[in-house]
């Protein structure tokens, strides 16, 4: 019974948060500028995304070790420490996004600048992190995060065309602006395989103390809970074409994708949006400032937990309200968040070989995973999409050049 | 000395001899015509590079104009709130002036007649969303229903 409460919950979780400023932002311009076109970049990104995200659970679960630390283990510090400083600093960017999306989400209720809420939505994050244990931060953003299912309520209303729906499933050439049509792909890729996820995933698995034997949960909810949240990525994408591309809207700013909410919810159409931003960010944020705590103390051997009363975990503590002061710095500067969100979904990609090569390694070493190792077919793939992300790192900033 | 200077001379009628044989031979009547070939290359590159430049900011004007009058609308229907109306106005003359900045950028733009003309329907709109948010701000909806009649966003009126 209890094993059946974890995986509901796991997938619920897994749907609520799985929408956040990346994913907004991405689909709401795909939908936007391409209607359906970019509907299997989507597909395509959650099937990595749940892919990796498995691997990274079955590590945790069956050597005990977080991603970050195993791969410490098998290589050495010295091979994590340049890729693990991209990430953060990465990580550091998308939180302040995260951060900024947030204040956007309470300035479209307000009408106050969104510069003014940038302190408070931290110290906000902070004050979770500082008083609440895991199952209270994952499940409790999950359980909110659920008011994303709006999207998906939204593009159901709008009755898309199944046929029209179906053809966005194939991947297609754009008929015009190839290289912005490449660069959101890739942005949607970026946007959903985000390194902090997978650390924060395995993490997670061992915070919950999910173990070898049940293996399955991990499983079930990698696949199904993304799938769902995948779903959800595609009702902004699909609300977006409907409602912003027939009237030449492409998404520059939140405030323009806010109106994708009009035609079907009418006077609470901005209100809903709102708290769809704003949870969806306020969760990520929460989850890539604890990612921060648990990459320095896995990497560095410190102890670290959100179930540990904070004194014996201290440099943990220590270190994720650093990368939030750091991530509040950058947001204070007043850059456009939805910009900077675009921005580090791109640099994403850049690093995106570096968080998927040691995989290969990793799901083969019997001394981590014994009998679950990858087979040929998991290798098979594996080692394509590796490739894939090192083409990808290599044309995502002439893209953005060209496109972004 | 007076051999030096016949020498530097003779070897002057050399160099000029020469030149005019190169200029004849086909080496250089080829090499003439790559430099003319990639100097068209290249004016015609710039040329569509213009052209996408100045269709991209189209795009976003007509974008710009489409949500000024979405939010306008959406206000007058009584669906929007006057707090987001005014941060949505607010937020799209923020967007308009940043395109019109980066348009203007380069003097060639302006020199350029669609240039010129896209210069002028941002300017317009820019002055157009400033007057909606009065208007919002005064609830005055006659005026507004006014304004939106007059965006400049459908591309096919600037061409």
Same mark, same amino acid.
Do not use: C, Q
């Given at each position: 019974m209890s094993a059946i409460v974890d995986l509901v919950l796991g997938v619920i979780t897994s749907i609520g948060g799985f929408v956040e400023a990346g994913s907004i932002s991405t689909s709401a311009q795909a939908g936007s500028e391409y209607g359906f076109q970019l509907l299997w970049?989507?597909?395509?990104?959650?099937?990595?995304? @749940?892919?990796?995200?498995?691997? +990274?659970?079955?590590?945790?679960? *069956?050597?005990?070790?977080?991603?970050?630390?195993?791969?410490?283990?098998?290589?050495? %510090?010295r091979f994590q420490a340049v890729p693990l400083t991209a990430e953060l600093l990465i990580d550091i960017l998308l939180l302040a996004a995260e951060i900024g999306g947030l204040a956007i989400a309470i300035r479209l209720l307000t009408g106050v600048s969104f510069l003014w809420w940038i302190l408070p939505v931290g110290l906000a994050v902070w004050l979770v992190l500082w008083l609440c244990g895991f199952n209270v931060i994952e499940y409790g953003v999950g359980l909110l995060g659920l008011v994303t299912l709006s999207f998906v309520a939204a593009a159901w209303t709008l009755g898309p065309d199944a046929?029209?729906? @179906?053809?966005?499933?194939?991947?297609? *050439?754009?008929?015009?602006?190839?290289?912005?049509?490449?660069?959101?792909? *890739?942005?949607?890729?970026?946007?959903?395989?985000?390194?902090?996820?997978?650390?924060?995933?395995?993490?997670?698995? %061992?915070?919950e103390k999910l173990t070898e034997k049940r293996l399955w949960i991990n499983t079930t909810t990698a696949y199904l809970g993304i799938a769902f949240g995948s779903v959800v990525s595609m009702g902004v994408l699909i609300t977006a074409a409907m409602v912003l591309q027939p009237r030449h809207i492409v998404v520059d700013s939140y405030e323009q994708a806010a109106l994708m909410f009009v035609p079907v919810f009418e006077r609470w159409a901005i209100p809903i949006f709102a708290a769809a931003l704003g949870i969806g960010c306020f969760g990520a944020a929460v989850e890539i400032t604890l990612n921060a705590g648990y990459a320095f103390s896995q990497a560095l051997g410190w102890s670290w937990g959100a179930n540990k009363p904070r004194r014996e975990a201290a440099r943990?503590?220590? @270190?994720?309200?650093?990368?939030?002061? +750091?991530?509040? @710095? *950058?947001?204070?500067?007043g850059m456009d968040p939805l910009r900077l969100t675009m921005i580090s979904v791109a640099l994403t990609v850049v690093i995106m070989p570096a968080v998927v090569l040691p995989f290969l390694v990793l799901m083969n070493d019997d001394t981590l995973v014994k009998?679950?190792?990858?087979?040929?077919?998991?290798?098979?793939?594996?080692?394509?999409?590796? %490739?894939?992300a090192g083409l990808l790192a290599l044309i995502v900033v002439p893209l953005e050049i060209l496109g972004g | 000395m007076q051999s030096r200077l016949d020498d530097e001379g003779e070897l002057k009628a050399r160099q000029t001899q020469l030149s005019r044989h190169a200029c004849d031979s086909p080496l250089v009547s080829m090499r003439a015509a790559c430099i003319a070939f990639a100097a068209l290359t290249l004016s015609i590159v710039g040329c569509s590079r213009d052209d996408s430049r100045l269709a991209q900011h189209d795009k976003k004007f007509e974008s710009l104009g489409a949500t000024t009058a979405a939010i306008t609308e959406a206000w007058l229907a009584g669906q929007l709130s006057g707090t987001y109306t005014q941060t949505a106005l607010e937020k799209t003359f923020q967007l308009v002036e940043q395109e019109r900045t980066a348009l203007v950028k380069t003097p060639q733009a302006l020199q350029d007649a669609r240039g010129a003309r896209l210069s002028q329907a941002a300017e317009r709109l820019s002055r157009l969303v400033a007057a909606l948010m009065l208007d919002v701000a005064a609830a005055d909806g006659d005026s507004a229903r006014r304004r939106v009649a007059d965006i400049p966003a459908a591309r096919a009126e600037r061409r």
């Open positions: 970049a989507i597909l395509v990104a959650g099937l990595m995304l @749940a892919m990796f995200t498995e691997m +990274a659970g079955r590590v945790a679960a *069956v050597s005990r070790r977080s991603l970050i630390a195993a791969v410490r283990e098998r290589f050495g %510090i046929g029209d729906l @179906a053809r966005g499933f194939v991947p297609s *050439v754009a008929h015009h602006d190839r290289a912005r049509y490449a660069f959101l792909t *890739v942005s949607i890729l970026g946007a959903t395989v985000s390194p902090y996820l997978l650390n924060f995933y395995s993490s997670g698995t %061992i915070e943990f503590a220590f @270190a994720f309200s650093l990368v939030l002061l +750091a991530a509040l @710095a *950058v947001a204070m500067t009998t679950h190792t990858s087979g040929p077919i998991g290798n098979g793939i594996l080692a394509g999409i590796t %490739i894939l | -």
